[in-house]
């Protein structure tokens, strides 16, 4: 059972910067396809990024392409999303989730974490 531990979000103003950490236990993250996804208030939950287990493919949602990165560091059992020039609209509590594959549908993880919280300020 793989265990998923989000940190590294906070409060930061519009045009800043954020770099959440996944961490994980219980298993080795190279097994699995990588993804992160967001809820906002009153929102469904959506995907935001996902990244294969080989670390060669990357899928981003559009509304973060060009502004997020995701990236792995299998060494570190850790995945991260690096976001930049960050906008009110990303405001958002932030999963990361571990699966069999890259994929852009939640049903699609197998595992997931907690959650951290973004709040981007105008």
């Known amino acids: 059972q793989v265990q998923l531990v989000e940190s590294g979000g906070g409060l930061v103003q519009a045009g800043g910067s954020l770099r959440l950490s996944c961490a994980a236990s219980?298993?080795?993250?190279?097994?699995?396809?990588m993804g992160w996804f967001r809820q906002a208030p009153g929102k469904e939950r959506e995907f935001v990024s996902a990244?294969?287990?080989?670390?060669?493919?990357?899928q981003y949602a559009d509304a973060v392409k060009g502004r997020f990165t995701i990236s792995r560091d299998d060494a570190k059992n850790t995945v991260y999303l690096q976001m930049n020039s960050l906008k009110p609209e990303d405001t958002a509590i932030y999963y990361c989730a571990a699966g069999t594959t890259r994929a852009q549908r939640a049903e699609e993880y197998d595992y997931w974490g907690q959650g951290t919280q973004v709040t981007v300020s105008s």
């Open positions: 219980g298993g080795m993250l190279s097994d699995y396809g």
């Open positions: 990244i294969s287990r080989s670390a060669g493919r990357t």
